[in-house]
């Protein structure tokens, strides 16, 4: 376990070459210019020359990647091409909002969907019949779409809460609730699969057997088991909670890195692009580190291997 | 439920195709005297802010989107598919590359991917098409390569190999068709997600451009007027949702009837 964890750490450095590499070579091979971007497409040459020549746009591949990893182990980030702050300040200032949001949303789709997943994995067949069209509908709305109408039926109709904005608790729960509707409604099918397999399992038998009462076997023997492989999927899920983010920070004005992100992808301002995309990377990574270091203390079986 | 859903989509796509003339109006044509009318009888699904008619627009721009889905799941299979088989079937410093490939476009929010490729070319058709394809092979490169690994063990190759059979052949009579399966119930499963991110990036602006209408730029563009015409957001919401609910109960029917992943 020891060495497989150690072989995950020293592969992250990998994993963010590789992408920013990706990123880059993506940036360099599709058209489209920042200098013209930002000056307009009618400004003189001689302009654009000297703004491609301060933003270091009109120095060969190679060199710019370099000279971008070099930035990257100083702990900098460059500056914005628009607003000319600091990125990594800017992400510092943004990353603890959408943190909040992710955090909600969690808090809001874990408990839901486990709960939810295992009633479809116990209850009536015809319930499940019923839950299961609910939960691929959670799957298959638009995320954007659920943020809309949510902020219509509840901030216009109802003017229960604000409907857009960075702020304290009010804020948050319009947003929160749209980035766990998809969450939720995966978690709990995921988690009624695994369940239905797991009460296949002999030792549940034996468990029922032995004595030991519904209710407990419920909670000791099928809960532990189950949930190990779900926490893996909500990890590797986390890129398309991600995806999940950039909609509803942008739908609801939250300041955070998501938004960002889409700003920076909109307007060609490379630095933030990279920067976002590193944070997302770095974030997944460490989030799916997390996971498997949750095995270890879950499964007593992993300890060995 | 994949028969629910088997009725569901051949409504859509029915309406789809056979619709604009059907519902009556012309999808682009402004009519300042129709501004923002609620459902009626006429307009069953309102009019929007030009006084175009909604259900108009929401059937043309059906179109567009399965169109889309059309073509991504086909550079989808072609791309995943070759990539699995080669993955799978040579291994190697090739497979370790390819599915180091595979690792870092998956730990990767493909959104923010497509959206970067489609506002690095011209938007339209093509863009969309090429950001959807270019991240949606990943997954199914990864469930093909696993499939190939254990056919190319298998005792039928074993035969055909000693039979003299070339690689070519072995990997393309062999061990393509019976990774086929497994390679279009995954892609049917992929199907309503891409609904959902050709959703996305049109309501974000990056698809298909006015004034031709696609369901998530329908959405985008009313965005505005959702307090004072909530008709403009809500159906082609509800479209989206029922396209991608329809594809994702088919693709989850296929895969419990020919008992595959289990």
Known sequence: ?305 | MTRAAVIILFVIILGVVAGPPISGYNPVRIDLDAIKLSPSPEHPFGTDNKGRDVLSRTLYGGRVTLLIVLGASGITFVIGMLVGLVSGYFGGKLDLLLMGIVDILLSFPTLLLAIGISILMPPGILSVLIAIGSVGWVGLARLVRGQVVVLKESQQVEAARALGASELRILFVYIFPQSLPVALVALSMKMGGFILSEAALSFLGLGVQPPWPTWGSMIGQSRIFITSAPWMVTFPGLMIGFAALSFNMLGEGLRDRLNIFR
């Open chain 1, 1 to 305: 376990m020891k060495t497989y964890l150690l072989k995950r750490f020293l592969l992250v450095p990998v994993v963010l070459a590789g992408i920013t590499f990706l990123v880059f070579l993506l940036i360099w091979a599709l058209p489209g210019d920042p200098s013209l971007a930002l000056v307009g497409e009618r400004a003189k040459a001689a302009t654009v020359e000297s703004i491609r020549r301060e933003l270091g746009v009109d120095r060969p591949f190679l060199e710019q990647y370099l000279g971008y990893l070099k930035l990257i182990m100083h702990g900098n980030l460059g500056r914005s091409f628009y607003t000319n702050r600091s990125v990594a300040d800017d992400l510092i200032d943004k990353l603890p909002h959408t943190l909040a949001l992710a955090a909600s949303a969690m808090a809001l789709a874990v408990p839901v969907g486990v709960s939810l997943g295992l009633f479809m994995a116990l209850g009536k067949r015809r319930f499940e019949r019923f839950l299961n069209v609910i939960t691929m509908a959670g799957v298959s709305l638009p995320v954007f779409w659920v943020g809309l109408i949510l902020m219509l039926l509840i901030s216009v109709k109802a003017r229960l809460l604000p409907p857009s904005g960075t702020g304290g608790f009010r804020y948050i729960i319009l947003p929160a609730i749209t980035l766990a509707v998809p969450a939720f409604a995966s978690i709990a099918r995921v988690t009624k699969t695994v369940a239905m397999d797991v009460l296949n399992q002999p030792f549940m038998l034996t468990a029922r057997a032995k004595g030991l009462r519904r209710l407990r076997v419920v909670f000791t023997h099928l809960l532990k088991n189950t949930l190990i492989p779900v926490v893996t999927v909500i990890g590797l899920d986390f890129g398309s909670y991600l995806n999940g983010a950039v909609l509803t920070e942008t739908i609801f004005g939250w300041d955070g890195v998501g938004r960002f992100a889409m700003e920076g992808i909109i307007k060609r301002d490379y630095p933030v692009v990279m920067g976002t995309v590193l944070v997302g990377t770095l974030a997944f990574v460490g989030i799916n580190l997390i996971v498997d270091l949750c095995y270890a203390v879950m499964d007593p079986r992993v300890k060995k291997g």
